[in-house]
């Protein structure tokens, strides 16, 4: 059992920086591969980073590659997500998920999720 709770959203203008972070309460968060989605108004949850367990392996969306990095520390049961040159169409809620199944791209392969901090970036 996996709980998590996100902090560090709110305003910033146009390319500014934002560090997200979603902090895990529970057994074993060593061994669950965690992710980062984002939901606007009116839109479908998207995938927008991943990280395995033993943070070897890490994916981004195109959408943000070069703009955002995803980090786990294992010792502090925290991922983060660090957003850098931020834009208009990045304003979403993000969501943090923790999930045991290889289709880490997929929101419906994760198995926890936290209830999503609002990052909303101005023009």
């Known amino acids: 059992q996996v709980q998590l709770v996100e902090s560090g959203g709110g305003r910033v203008q146009a390319g500014g920086s934002l560090r997200l972070s979603c902090a895990a309460s529970?057994?074993?968060?060593?061994?669950?591969?965690m992710g980062w989605f984002r939901q606007a108004p009116g839109k479908e949850r998207e995938f927008v980073a991943a990280?395995?367990?033993?943070?070897?392996?890490?994916y981004s969306a195109d959408s943000v590659k070069g703009r955002f990095t995803i980090s786990r520390d294992n010792a502090k049961n925290t991922v983060y997500l660090q957003m850098n040159s931020l834009k208009p169409e990045d304003t979403a809620v993000y969501y943090c998920?923790?999930?045991?199944?290889?289709?880490?791209?997929?929101?419906?392969?994760?198995?926890?999720w936290g209830q999503g901090t609002q990052v909303t970036v101005s023009s």
């Open positions: 998920a923790a999930g045991r199944r290889s289709g880490l791209l997929v929101a419906s392969e994760y198995d926890y």
């Open positions: 529970g057994r074993s968060f060593s061994l669950y591969a």
């Open positions: 990280i395995s367990a033993g943070a070897g392996i890490r």
